[in-house]
């Protein structure tokens, strides 16, 4: 799985774009990129995911870079529920043994009232 | 409301004690999985269950044993833990092992 890279922590003004970013240089031709989010006392929730096109659901944006390096995840109008720990994880979908998601640190985003 | 159902949600037990987790999904997905979450460090995966066969044993000692006797149920059979097992022991469950998973919201687990 491709290592990925996170600021520890971001603020965000209730109301406001949160836009948070993951570096993963060596992301393979294979791998997605997974957003998870961890509120506190819960356990992680799947937020999005995609592997060269901008994907948008109900809950978020994902931008990602033409060459695949870098992603950006966009939530729209944060709210104080948004407050958690956000995970990037490069994934590969084909199958095999390479399906485990692999979490590191992720960013703790605290959205300000 | 996930989906995933994890029971209890707080579990002490003593060094000795044997006691079991059970997670229950109610999304029809083919593959379940165990992780712990110990403070201050990432989650782990423990054990990977597809179509109700293990594929996935990540070194874990033989104190944990799990159990999944359908595609909707596992268990995590606990015996003789020791205090640096304690920890947020989450399931996981995914339509096929390749595709996003979705997790309960944990057993914290305290060994006295």
């Keep these: ?93 084909s199958g095999g043994s390479n399906y485990k998601l692999t979490f590191g640190k992720g960013t703790l985003l605290t959205v300000n009232p | 409301e996930t989906g995933v159902t994890q029971t209890p949600r707080h579990l002490v037990m003593g060094m000795t004690n044997k006691k079991s987790l059970k997670c229950e999904q109610h999304l029809g997905h083919n593959a379940m999985y165990w992780y712990k979450q110990s403070a201050k460090k990432p989650l782990e995966l423990m054990f990977v269950y ?16 799990p159990e999944c006797p359908n595609s909707s149920h596992l268990f995590l059979h606990l015996h003789t833990l020791q205090p640096e097992d304690s920890a947020l022991y989450l399931c996981a469950s995914s339509q096929e092992n390749y595709q996003p998973q979705h997790f309960g919201d944990g057993t914290r687990l305290s060994i006295l």
Excluded at chain 1, 64 to 74: C, F, V
Excluded at chain 1, 79 to 90: E, F, H, N, P, S
Excluded at chain 2, 50 to 65: L, M
């Design chain 1, 1 to 93: 799985d491709a290592k990925t890279t996170q600021p520890p922590s971001m603020d965000c003004a209730e109301g406001r774009a949160a836009n948070l970013p993951c570096n993963h240089s060596t992301i393979s031709g294979n791998e997605y990129v997974y957003w998870y989010r961890q509120i506190h006392s819960q356990g992680p929730q799947y937020i999005i995911h995609g592997l060269k096109n901008n994907e948008t659901n109900e809950m978020a944006s994902l931008i990602i870079t033409e060459d695949r390096k870098s992603s950006t995840l966009i939530l729209p109008h944060a709210t104080l529920r948004d407050t958690a720990v956000y995970y990037c994880i490069g994934r590969s979908n």
């Design chain 2, 50 to 65: 597809n179509f109700k066969e293990q594929t996935e044993n990540n070194s874990v000692p033989s104190r944990f044993s």
